[in-house]
Nanobody, 122 residues
Framework: VQLQAFGGGLVQAVDSLRLSCAAS????????MGWFRQAPGKEREFVAV????????YYADSVKGRFTISRDNAKNMAYLQMNSLKPEDTAVYYC????????????????WGQGTQVTVSS
């Protein structure tokens, strides 16, 4: 499956932004989907993951209560709704697909999309 993330941009603190991830191929619903981010000078980190069809989600503690991951299997799309953004959320955000929520939480993904830049100004 090929993934393309988009929707990033420059926003101010406390603003909201929604990232989208478009997937090609007919097997999108067979993958667990996740979002990750990498800030300058830092390692890539897990942000959120959603299961294939039951909508089970997990979040990094740093975004819990502010970010919401979702997916639409009929449209081959995954989303990350980001509210109450903070300057420390500034990073390149990536979507990825894999076999299990546990794998994705460990950054063990089968497919990665290219990143989309999110910049939050104070």
């Amino acid at each position: 499956v090929q993934l393309q993330a988009f929707g990033g941009g420059l926003v101010q603190a406390v603003d909201s932004l929604r990232l989208s991830c478009a997937a090609s191929g007919s097997t999108f619903s067979s993958y667990v989907m996740g979002w990750f981010r990498q800030a300058p000078g830092k390692e890539r980190e897990f942000v959120a993951v959603i299961s294939r069809s039951l909508g089970i989600t997990y979040y990094a503690d740093s975004v819990k209560g502010r970010f919401t991951i979702s997916r639409d299997n009929a449209k081959n799309m995954a989303y990350l709704q980001m509210n109450s953004l903070k300057p420390e959320d500034t990073a390149v955000y990536y979507c990825a697909a894999g076999e299990s929520t546990q794998d994705l939480r460990s950054l063990l993904c089968d497919y990665w999309g290219q990143g989309t830049q999110v910049t939050v100004s104070s």
